[in-house]
């Protein structure tokens, strides 16, 4: 009797067993069948991604940013939507990708802020819903000379369906961009050795530009490999690639995608934070995924027998024409808000002229790696700004808020490069400190951080709040200047971009 419980229960077991395999599968199936398209290789089109990559000119390194940061990110200077950050069924991912490097650029050279058109070059480019590279990209935008606000008559994205029925001339192309140059350089990272290839890429990154990454699944099982990554883990998560070097091409697949930042914080995370065209999941609010720095920067694969690179990263460059008041649309104050369950991202860009004493500020969560408090700003003019930059914690306390950045530090970048810091404002120097205290600007608490700095003008400079030995929670980094003494004719711009805002 006992051995028949036995034999019953073990059986019940190996049953449950299968039905919870069964679940898992049927969950793998449905996660990577959903808005996952990638662009289709044949042979031609192989050639074609090989020769670009083998014939660009290699891109410049600017050996003049000697000290690269711990982390570092462009995605503040696009304007996107994660929720509308999705190509659906159309295999127009190079699209995605080499648009959101135009908009990052865009913001960083001209200081516009506005969402660009994908739909404008799925419907008047050469093809609609199939692959393509950053030459298509390039020949598109050096014909058409200009780049579209998303907002304009049917220039939002359409075609997540692959229907391609929206036509060309149904696109309004007022207002516009106007786009005088183009170009694209291979980033060299292959037979340089692994850090010289991840120095070069944060260069880039450090340079304020996105970087444009063409990857190749070589078969099948790579392919869902990937999808399964971005559809059942979280953004926390890091995808290692070696898996996919020194296989036979068979049945592959390509995908772009963009390079927004990267975390270097060894040995906890090292990683690139790369933005997909594949929407949001419950874990991937942002539309974000981390590759593995520590990756193979050789991988190949074969191929009609020869070796070919799996991962190609290029960076864009472009010139833009002066801004039109004709093609132009002027913002003083604009605000963007995404939501999820139980965090939000918000964007804001604010232009604030002389006249008055004025105070920016960012509250969030301080946590670790890519959870920095990050304010921006811009100043226009040909004269430096006296700004005073703090670095909030404890005083957050009066407010009900009990998980405060205990100890706040603060660093000062331009253009990626460290120029300042500090951890107590007590320890600064005696002139800051003075200076701080004539214009009722000393921080309430010793453990919060303060520094006054002379701001270069038309430079992008990035105050980042950070907690003493990794220690988390909220925190605010504040921005002020005294407008009266400011040059005549200075402005300021701020940009701020935060992710895990806490939704209260």
């Given amino acids: 009797m006992i051995k028949k419980h036995f034999l019953f229960r073990m059986f019940c077991q ?58 570092d990110s462009v995605l503040q200077f696009l304007d996107y939507i994660p929720e509308d950050y999705n190509q659906g069924a159309c295999g127009n991912c190079w699209q995605w990708a080499s648009t959101s490097c135009l908009g990052i650029s865009l913001y960083v050279q001209e200081q516009i802020f506005d969402r660009l058109s994908v739909q404008y070059i799925n419907s008047c480019g050469p093809s609609c819903c199939t692959g393509g590279s950053v030459g298509n990209f390039t020949n598109f935008y050096t014909e058409r000379q200009k780049t579209i606000p998303w907002s304009n008559t049917n220039a939002d994205w359409q075609d997540g369906d692959a229907s391609c029925d929206t036509l060309c001339n149904s696109i309004s192309e007022n207002p ?23 120095n070069n890429l944060k260069n880039i990154i450090a340079q304020n530009k996105a970087i444009y990454l063409g990857i190749i699944f070589p078969t099948d099982a790579d392919i869902q490999n990937f999808r399964n990554h971005y559809n059942l883990q979280g953004e926390e998560d890091i995808w ?57 920067y050789d991988c190949q694969y074969f191929q ?3 070796w070919h690179y799996n991962f190609k990263w290029y960076t864009y460059s472009f010139d833009f024409n002066p801004p039109s008041t004709t093609t132009t649309r002027t913002t003083t104050s604009t605000t963007r808000t995404t939501t999820s369950p139980t965090t939000s991202t918000t964007r804001t860009t604010t232009t604030i002229p002389g006249g008055s004493l004025y105070n920016l500020s960012t509250r969030a969560f301080v946590g670790s ?12 003019g040909t004269e430096k700004r006296r700004v005073v930059f703090h670095g909030i914690g404890p005083w957050l306390e009066q407010f009900g808020i009990s998980n405060y950045l205990i ?98």
């Fill in 14 to 71: 190996g049953c449950f067993q299968l039905f919870v395999s069964f679940l898992l599968f049927v969950q793998c199936i449905f996660a990577t069948d959903e808005f996952t398209t990638l662009m289709d290789l044949d042979e031609d089109f192989l050639r074609q991604l090989e020769s670009e990559y083998l014939c660009a000119p290699i891109a410049e390194i600017n050996r003049s940013i000697e000290s690269l940061r711990d982390t």
């Fill in 176 to 198: 516009f961009y106007p786009i005088s140059d183009i170009s694209y350089a291979a980033i060299q990272t292959t037979n340089v050795g692994q850090e010289t290839a991840i």
């Fill in 240 to 296: 290692n690639s070696d898996f996919m070097c020194g296989k036979q091409f068979n049945n592959g697949a390509g995908h772009g995608v963009c390079v927004v930042g990267y975390i270097d914080i060894p040995p906890v995370n090292r990683s690139w934070i790369v933005l997909n065209s594949w929407g949001t999941r419950d874990e991937r609010p942002n539309c974000l995924f981390q590759l593995d720095m520590d990756m193979n």
């Fill in 304 to 306: 009609n027998g020869n």
């Fill in 369 to 380: 790696g890519i959870d920095d408090v990050e304010g921006g700003l811009i100043v226009k």
């Fill in 407 to 504: 100890d706040p530090k603060i660093d000062l970048y331009m253009n990626g490069v460290w120029k300042d810091g500090n951890d107590n404002w007590e320890d600064a120097d005696p002139w800051e400190k003075e200076y701080m205290a004539e214009h009722g600007l000393i921080p309430d608490f010793s453990r919060e951080s303060a520094l006054v700095y002379d701001i270069d003008p038309d430079a992008n400079w990035t105050c980042v709040v950070r907690g003493v030995n990794n220690s988390t929670g909220m925190g605010l980094v504040a921005i002020y200047s005294p407008s009266a003494e400011a040059p005549t004719g200075t402005a300021i711009m701020k940009i701020n971009k935060k992710s895990n805002i806490i939704t209260e």
